[in-house]
Each structure stands twice: as structure tokens, then as C-alpha cells.
């Protein structure tokens, strides 16, 4: 499979999904998505008032990064590379007709992979070119935790995920699991992962969008954390 050939299932492509329809909530079928709001203004940018002299004060400072996900706009930005892989027919679709359109995610690069063993056991390459492609921020990853529908053996989701720290990916890496537990999320985290979604994405696509942006603004607050300062 080639990097550059753009997003499709491993199933046929199909005019309608009525099932998937069905199941989905009211708010699925508004079009709308989570828009990317502006940080709040700071004390720092705004504007003089007419009775103050501008002389006087002190040189303007840009405001800092802010420090704490509640301070961030808790939605994707628009045209993330996403990388889903798992085992299973039905989550594959569901990405591609549901979670990705509802992040609106770059549906020409991102990925739905599971179909073969193969495809999942090259994840870790493929993302990493993407990485270096897009931008480490730019790629998101969603493993299924048991990838064990393969004659060739299984694969499991956190294996994934400390292949690509050990390699130094540093963007969002998510386990979806229908062990969602507490206990299971720990596991998941320890292994690398910004947290964990269920397989019942409950909620409809809005809530699934501020969940996974959740992931993402975490993400972006480790790294600017864990970033080493630019040498004097």
C-alpha cells in the first residue's frame, strides 16, 4: 500500500450505510463542527484606553502559552492525518463515514487501516512518514487495543504505541478499546498513549470531537513541557 493513496475501507464502497444511520444520534445529522475559537484576549493586548499615555508604560510583552488544557479551545483544528486501525469491518466504516467527517479531518491523507496483518504490523513506518511529512502535531493515531483476527498472529494496540515513542513520535496516540475501564486506561498511558476511547463513542460526533480534542490539547501541553530550551 502506497502513502499517498488516499483514505479508503477495507469494504466496498457503499451509496448509504442505513444501519449506521440508525444508530446514529440527532446532532449526526446537523452538519456542524466544533470551530477553533481564539485564545482570550490578554491584559497584555489590548488596546490603550483615550486617558492613558502611551509613553508611559511598559514594553508591550506577548502573552504566554497558556498553561493548562482549560485554557485552550477544546476542538481539533480542521485537516488532521488520521491513522485508525482495527481488526473489525464495523469501527472501520464508522471512521470513515462518522469519526473522521466530524473532525473533519484530512480525509485525502488519513488513513483506515486492519484489513491484513501487514497493514497494521507497518503502522509505526507509515505514521512515521506522515510525521515527517505533515508535522508530528498534524497526525493523530487510533489503535484498537486487540488486533487478533489474523492467522499470522495478534497484534495489540500499546505494542503500536511504545514502538512509536521509543521511535520519537510525539503526537496524539489513542487506544480504542470496549475495555474502557479506568484500570485498562492506566495500562494504556503507561505505554504511551494520551488516553482511551470506548468502542460505544456515546455522545454523537460533537462529544467525540471534544473528546479526541481533549487528547490533542494534552498532547500539545506535554510536549511544550517536555520541549528542552533553545540554547542563549
Known sequence: MGWDTPIRSATPPRATIPIMSEMLPPDAQANTHPVLQPLAESEHSREPSSNENVHDQEPEILPTPPTSSEQWPQALPKGIVFVCCDDDDMPRIFAENVLLPAVDADMSASQILGSTYEEVAGTPDLIMALAARHGHDRVYGIFDQNLTNYHEG????????????QRGFNGVLVIQSANDETAAEREYIAAGADGSIGKVLRGGPSEIAKRLGAFWVRRQLTNMTTRAPSPA
Open 154 to 165: 495478534a497484534l495489540f494496540g500499546t505494542a503500536l504505541v511504545r514502538e512509536l515513542r
